[in-house]
């Protein structure tokens, strides 16, 4: 049996935190474990916390993963690690519940990834990630769409003048849901080619769905951008007006952050079990 215990992997830093003691904690103090601590292998640090087996074992684990609010809390702490640590040091997050065996373990994940942590440590120094995503309202679209004119006639009745009607509203709702889903469609990528340029990288996640993101209107650009520091005001101005010039579309912009889309490190392929 062995008695090492588990710690679970935030992120990797170059170096470590030095005079400024331990790796600093997220300002709810929310954690996953016993408390955070650091982890050194041939110039590359792991900011590290024993947590219980109950939880992060292989076998409960797989088991807590099915769990969404489990996962959740899980994902918060997380962030709120690495964010911390990023504020710092330029920091590469590891994959969510990435846990080792002891300290040997965490040592093994340094080493049998030190090329791709070095790497993503040069890339990501200087720069931070920004999101933007885009929504339209296409219900808001078809209730201010006007009707149109249908061909034909039902000899004049109050009925057939009631069902014309009708029939006018719903395909001027339809034509409206139809275009407001091309402008959408087209505004998005312009607004991704203009933030292209202002950016280092980018990354196109899937959109949203509603049920998840809780925001309304549909997400038609869900979108990462790597900026450097110093472009971050040119990359700010560069965001066109999209609210202004469409109505029923919504920009939103969030950043800047730790760059989660743009770490790609040997954990995005590798779990980290029992190292």
Excluded at 106 to 119: A, K, T, Y
Excluded at 251 to 268: C, K, M, Q
């Amino acid at each position: 049996m062995n008695d090492e215990p588990l710690l679970y992997v935030y992120a990797v830093v170059r170096a470590p935190f030095g005079e400024d003691g331990p790796p600093p904690g997220p300002a709810s103090g929310e954690t996953l474990g016993t408390g955070l601590t650091t982890v050194e292998h041939r110039g590359l640090t792991a900011v590290v916390e024993a947590v219980p087996a109950a939880d992060f074992d292989e076998a409960p684990l797989r088991e807590r993963l099915e769990d969404l609010d489990w996962l959740a809390e899980v994902a918060r702490a997380h962030h709120g690690v690495v964010a911390a640590a990023g504020r710092r040091v330029t920091t590469v997050p590891l994959r969510l519940a990435t846990v080792c065996r002891g300290e040997s373990g965490v040592r093994r994940l340094l080493e049998e990834g030190e090329r791709g942590l070095s790497e993503a440590l040069a890339r990501l120094t200087g720069v931070h990630e920004w999101g933007v995503k885009l929504y339209v309202d296409e219900s808001a679209a078809a209730q201010r769409a006007p009707a149109v004119g249908v061909p034909g006639g039902a000899n004049g009745t109050a009925r057939a003048d009631s069902g014309r009607d009708y029939l006018r509203r719903r395909l001027g709702e339809q034509r409206a849901r139809r275009d407001a889903g091309d402008t959408a469609a087209r505004t998005a990528h312009q607004v991704h080619e203009v933030l292209s340029r202002a950016a280092v990288d980018t990354v196109l996640h899937p959109p949203q769905q509603a049920r998840l993101s809780g925001a309304p209107g549909r997400n038609v650009l869900n979108a990462a951008y790597l900026v450097r520091d110093e472009e971050e005001q040119r990359f700010l101005a560069a965001v066109p007006p999209v609210e202004d010039t469409h109505p029923g579309l919504r920009l939103e912009i969030t950043g800047p952050w730790v760059p989660y889309s743009f770490a790609r490190t040997p954990s995005d392929a590798e779990e980290g079990r029992d190292r």
